[in-house]
């Protein structure tokens, strides 16, 4: 009887684990079901009502999916769904919010905003809440949750900093929607590589420094790993070309898939 209960359990634990493991395929399909059927309505009709339902879809499409990608790869499901989606939220308004006063203080002091104050600005304020999660909360554990968090909340600022760009193109090309479309499309394909990698690696540099009791080892970690998300996120704004991009996103992206292969598949 134990025996047939537990295989049932494995049964069903290995559904469950199936199901979440490619969440992120259903996701996709119907993001972009849902953004097609919004284009395709205000095409039609005409109709500026729509015009921030498109915005809002197309900013949220790549970076749900890709938390939830990154989310199925996670084996022990410690870290709720619901936990990095509230992280994401709470990440991006609180990070974007911060970083836009300190990026104007700092402005209006030097006169300039040089690039290297946006990438530290930037960066330091999308850690308030995996902060706050590693001290308040009991996911402070496992150095993979630390991951998962700093992920979604790299991708919380990237939706946010993208639907604002995607409404200053929209006004400045006079409602032109292809515009803002490929901004869109640009910006979502390229936030994998570029906010959720950053802080993500800094995240679990966090988590990993906790789990070793901060010894100096771990306080090394962090603060390398920060320095490095810095000088990578510089040159991504100071680039301007699109190899460059694909060659920093690329980085960007291999640290962060190495780094999810040893914190969170190796567990």
């Known amino acids: 009887m134990t025996t047939q209960r537990d295989g049932m359990d494995t049964s069903n634990r290995t559904r469950v684990t199936a199901t979440r493991r490619w969440a992120w395929l259903p996701v996709l399909l119907a993001g972009v079901g849902l953004f097609i059927a919004v284009q395709q309505a205000l095409v039609i009709t005409g109709n500026p009502t729509l015009v921030p339902s498109l915005l809002v879809l197309g900013a949220l499409l790549i970076p749900v999916t890709f938390v939830v990608y990154i989310d199925g790869r996670n084996p022990a499901y410690d870290l709720p769904l619901s936990v990095l989606l509230s992280c994401a939220l709470l990440g991006g308004v609180l990070g974007s919010s911060a970083a836009s006063v300190l990026e104007f203080d700092t402005m209006r002091r030097l006169g300039d905003l040089p690039t290297v104050y946006i990438a530290l600005i930037e960066e330091a304020t999308k850690l308030l809440v995996p902060v706050a999660m590693l001290i308040f909360t009991r996911y402070r554990r496992n150095p993979a949750d630390g991951l998962l968090i700093g992920v979604a909340v790299g991708m919380g600022f990237a939706v946010l900093e993208t639907l604002g760009y995607g409404f200053v ?99």
């Open 169 to 267: 193109t929209l006004l400045a090309s006079g409602g032109n929607l292809s515009d803002a479309e490929g901004l869109l499309l640009l910006r979502g394909i390229l936030s994998p590589a570029g906010h959720a990698a950053w802080t993500g690696l800094a995240a679990a540099a966090l988590w990993w420094a906790h789990a070793q009791r901060w010894r100096p080892r771990g306080l090394a970690a962090v603060i390398g790993t920060f320095v490095l998300v810095v000088i990578v996120h510089t040159f991504w704004d100071a680039v301007g070309i699109w190899y460059g991009y694909l060659i920093i996103g690329s980085i960007s992206l291999a640290l962060l898939l190495r780094q999810t292969h040893r914190t969170v598949l190796t567990r």
